[in-house]
């Protein structure tokens, strides 16, 4: 008996430093990269036209993001909302893997209207290495044709296949320079938003 509760132990154990370690690992690498916006310019010079941000966000990460973008472009901004709010805690994950793994999406409230928008930029936080499964559904529904997306992405520190999915299942889209964006912790505002608008000045 005690044999097993050691090798319990140990199992928890290891499992600890490694989850240490990782969160070591994201948190430099976080830092480093924000390192190289700490003396660039928040300001865009770049005008884009008419633009429209579609977003999905459960815990606030992609809607900061967005209202970020938006704020700097003078955009709209579109929320996706799914009808059925998801649940929380490990039924929340076991979900969304069964959706993706079936690609069966959520039903959302409204799908957005992009006729009068010149630049789309569209955002959602990456769920098992992909895109959230809200995301999917309008994605399947808006046709892009004439228009130029601009994907971007927020996650813990993976981005998976969440552009190579984008752009497989966003029909008829010009698909512009993608961004990813870290969960940051809040003192690294400033530098999330010269990253911000150093990607918009790019497109």
Known sequence: MKYVLGIILTIIVIGGIAGLLHLYRVSAKN?????????????????????LVVYYSLTGHTKDIAEKIAAKTNADLFEIKTKEPYPTGA????????????????????????????????GAPVWW???????????????????????????????????????ATAKNATVLQRADFNNMDKKYDKQVEAKIADWINGL
């Open 31 to 51: 830092k480093k990269e924000m390192a190289q916006y700490a003396d660039k310019s928040a300001e865009v010079t770049n005008n884009l036209g008419k633009v």
């Open 129 to 167: 290495y992909t895109m959230a499964p809200p995301l999917f559904t309008v994605l399947e529904q808006v046709d892009f044709q004439g228009k130029k997306v601009v994907p971007f992405s927020t996650q813990g520190s993976n981005i998976g296949k969440f552009f190579e999915d984008f752009a």
């Open 91 to 122: 039924k929340l994950y076991t979900m969304a893997k069964k959706e993706i793994k079936n690609k069966q999406y959520p039903a959302i409230e409204a799908v957005p209207n992009v006729t009068d928008y010149d630049v789309i930029f569209v």
